[in-house]
Antibody, heavy 117, light 107 residues
Framework: EVQLVESGGSLVQPGGSLKLSCVASGFTFSNYWMDWVRQTPGKSLEWIGEINTDGSKTNYAPSIKDRFTISRDNAKSTLYLQMSNVKSDDTAIYYC??????????WGQGVMVTVSS | DIQMTQSPSSLPASLGERVTISCRASQGISNNLNWYQQKPDGTIKPLIYYTSNLQSGVPSRFSGSGSGTDYSLTISSLEPEDFAMYYCQQDASFPPTFGGGTKLELK
């Protein structure tokens, strides 16, 4: 059974940093592109970025503006999201997702990040 | 970015009813349109990819159609577990974008 389990969410002050993790199981992690998607309170879903299978290529949403970094450790089947210089608008539930050719075919349960002083 | 507009934002319906949710893209997306279901506990599940292809395990009462800029998700006969949020998403152009969501609720 495919599972994606995020962790690392917390309360962080504006301008601070936070690193989210997503541990994958039930499939060959190194064979898939992985993405992060977030959902702000009461709003829709926003794609944040993606990373290719070996971690050599990343793409980000323009709105992120170099503040976030996606990485992966295939030996640990783990995806990461390093968040820096966070703002109140970054308050959201962050989902780890697997991309399979056409769509995001598996999602984690999500982890809450709250940016507040 | 391609803007995705869903309608309606809220859809009251009854068990056994046939419902349709619409999704309009701000420009043509060549059938690169996916649908997702989100339950109240936050769990997100893919339903349909590339306009009309059902994901594995999705009941046949779900169907998708459309072309160009206009797409739709139809549920032929509502079951209790279908009351949830639904989102469309385009994968035709970077960055991928989602619709604002449709809340399907029990009338």
């Amino acid at each position: 059974e495919v599972q994606l389990v995020e962790s690392g969410g917390s309360l962080v002050q504006p301008g601070g940093s936070l690193k989210l993790s997503c541990v994958a199981s039930g499939f060959t992690f190194s064979n898939y592109w992985m993405d992060w998607v977030r959902q702000t309170p009461g709003k829709s879903l926003e794609w944040i970025g993606e990373i290719n299978t070996d971690g050599s290529k990343t793409n980000y949403a323009p709105s992120i503006k170099d503040r976030f970094t996606i990485s992966r450790d295939n030996a640990k089947s783990t995806l990461y999201l390093q968040m820096s210089n966070v703002k109140s608008d970054d308050t959201a539930i962050y989902y780890c997702t697997r991309f399979d050719r056409e769509d995001f075919d598996y999602w984690g349960q999500g982890v809450m990040v709250t940016v507040s002083s | 970015d391609i803007q995705m507009t869903q309608s309606p934002s809220s859809l009251p319906a009854s068990l056994g009813e046939r419902v349709t949710i619409s999704c309009r893209a701000s420009q043509g997306i060549s059938n690169n349109l996916n649908w997702y279901q989100q339950k109240p506990d936050g769990t997100i599940k893919p339903l349909i990819y590339y306009t009309s292809n059902l994901q594995s395990g999705v009941p046949s009462r779900f169907s998708g159609s459309g072309s160009g800029t206009d797409y739709s998700l139809t549920i032929s006969s509502l079951e209790p577990e279908d009351f949830a949020m639904y989102y469309c998403q385009q994968d035709a152009s970077f960055p991928p974008t989602f619709g604002g969501g449709t809340k399907l609720e029990l009338k």
